[in-house]
T-cell receptor
Framework: DTGVSQDPRHKITKRGQNVTFRCDPI?????LYWYRQTLGQGPEFLTY????????KSRLLSDRFSAERPKGSFSTLEIQRTEQGDSAMYLC??????????????FGPGTRLTVL | GDSVTQMEGPVTLSEEAFLTINCTYT??????LFWYVQYPGEGLQLLLK?????DKGSNKGFEATYRKETTSFHLEKGSVQVSDSAVYFC???????????FGAGTRLFVKA
């Protein structure tokens, strides 16, 4: 399977704990995105990488959230001191190197986080 | 800021009925417009897109036309099937940008 993969698929944690999610994009894609989706809503943009550079961050990404893409391949999203409001589906997407934003983004299956 | 508004669901139709899901957008530039679909238990996938005014995107019998004058990108299908039951998201990417702005989604149920 050459699609976008995410690990883990489900994570249950207690409030105050740290969690880390991993995303492996499609291999030839240089752009990688993180989104958060809560029940009944569309995905909300969190951050975007082009190769290893983090080019844009949403104001939704508080200082408890950090994302990295150290070698321009896989990416990690860490949430420190989790809160119940962090419970959501965290989606990763990737897209190929094209000019402009009219390109399709390919989404992974998501990581569902539940904070107790 | 940029935003997408789509009709609230759920929408329930009988098989072979005509489908319209309304979508309007607000954007400062000249965005590309998309419809994504999420089938039960699956990830988001692109259904169709249009990158400039008057373009028509089409796929799997679904169509949507980029209407700049009404800032709309309504999704239509002439005859829905049970297998079309899913959540449909209208979305935009603005000029020079890469982040996607999504609508809240419209759940479609098709009855046999």
């Amino acid at each position: 399977d050459t699609g976008v993969s995410q690990d883990p698929r489900h994570k249950i944690t207690k409030r105050g704990q740290n969690v880390t999610f991993r995303c492996d994009p499609i291999s030839e894609h240089n752009r990688l995105y993180w989104y958060r989706q809560t029940l009944g809503q569309g995905p909300e943009f969190l951050t975007y990488f082009q190769n290893e550079a983090q080019l844009e961050k949403s104001r939704l990404l508080s200082d408890r959230f950090s994302a990295e893409r150290p070698k321009g391949s896989f990416s990690t999203l860490e949430i420190q001191r989790t809160e119940q409001g962090d419970s959501a589906m965290y989606l990763c997407a990737s897209s190929p190197p094209t000019a402009g934003g009219g390109n399709e983004q390919f989404f992974g299956p998501g990581t569902r986080l539940t904070v107790l | 800021g940029d935003s997408v508004t789509q009709m609230e669901g759920p929408v329930t139709l009988s098989e072979e009925a005509f489908l319209t899901i309304n979508c309007t957008y607000t954007a400062t530039g000249y965005p590309s417009l998309f419809w994504y679909v999420q089938y039960p238990g699956e990830g988001l996938q692109l259904l169709l897109k249009a990158t400039k005014a008057d373009d028509k995107g089409s796929n799997k019998g679904f169509e949507a036309t980029y209407r700049k004058e009404t800032t709309s990108f309504h999704l239509e299908k002439g005859s829905v099937q049970v297998s079309d039951s899913a959540v449909y998201f209208c979305a935009l990417v603005n000029t020079g940008g890469f982040k996607t702005i999504f609508g809240a989604g419209t759940r479609l149920f098709v009855k046999a």
